[in-house]
């Protein structure tokens, strides 16, 4: 059974700083990765998704590796500002799924002024 | 372009009443799905379909019903709600489901007293 585990579940970092987040999975038999960002009391926004026979993908400040034999991914986040304050979801799309995907339990960041 | 919707935003009911969580989405997507966010155990997928027509179970489907009339419309049932149905519902829709992103509507706070 796949299983998703992101560590740490908290991080507090002052800003400007430059950080990694990690994701690690048990089964490499994935079509993709995805990472969500969740603010308190709303839904899931994704940010980045890295498919099976990607490296990383890039978006801004943001930057998600796929290392897929190893089960693992971050995403790396620089010069990090307040606002990105948020809680973190990685999830995997196992092959077969139909859609479905397999979360861990997020890193809540909190980037303080 | 409203994307996912979800309604009510939050709801309180007692043990044994029912109810159904609306989901509609404006993007023509195929693929809808239903989470339950519970504190300490992330995201764990309820029910999905992907197309009109078309519903499967997920991984925690006990006490819920699905039905998927139309592309747009994705509600999701409590037969007789129990405590532990408490929490935080999340329907999803994509394109197709594999490969593609996931969009999220803003969630259902539900208590069941």
């Known amino acids: 059974k796949q299983e998703v585990t992101q560590i740490p579940a908290a991080l507090s970092v002052p800003e400007g700083e430059n950080l990694v987040l990690n994701c690690s999975f048990t089964?490499?038999?994935?079509?993709?990765l995805q990472w969500f960002r969740q603010d308190p009391g709303k839904g899931l926004t994704s940010l980045l998704l890295?498919?099976?026979?990607?490296r990383e993908q890039t978006s801004g400040r943001l930057n998600a590796s796929l290392d897929k034999s190893s089960g693992r991914s971050t995403l790396y986040i620089a010069a990090s500002q307040p606002g990105d304050s948020a809680t973190y979801l990685c999830?995997?799309?196992?092959?077969?799924?139909?859609?479905?995907?397999?979360f861990g339990k997020g890193t809540k960041l909190s980037v303080k002024p | 372009n409203a994307g996912v919707t979800q309604t009510p935003k939050f709801q309180v009911l007692k043990t044994g009443q029912s109810m159904t969580l609306q989901c509609a989405q404006d993007?023509?997507?195929?693929?809808m799905s239903w989470y339950r966010q519970d504190p300490g155990m992330g995201l764990r997928l309820i029910h999905y379909?992907?197309?009109?027509?078309?519903?499967d179970q997920g991984e925690v489907p006990n006490g819920y019903n699905v039905s998927r009339s139309t592309t747009e419309d994705f509600p999701l049932r409590l037969l007789s709600a129990a405590p532990s149905q408490t929490s935080v519902y999340f329907c999803?829709?994509?394109?197709?489901?594999?490969?593609?992103?996931?969009?999220f509507g803003s969630g259902t706070q539900l208590s069941v007293l």
């Open positions: 999803a829709s994509s394109v197709r489901g594999e490969t593609e992103k996931l969009f």
């Open positions: 089964d490499s038999a994935i079509y993709n």
């Open positions: 890295i498919q099976s026979s990607q």
């Open positions: 999830a995997v799309q196992a092959r077969g799924s139909q859609g479905n995907l397999i």
């Open positions: 993007m023509n997507h195929e693929y």
């Open positions: 379909s992907v197309g009109a027509g078309i519903t």
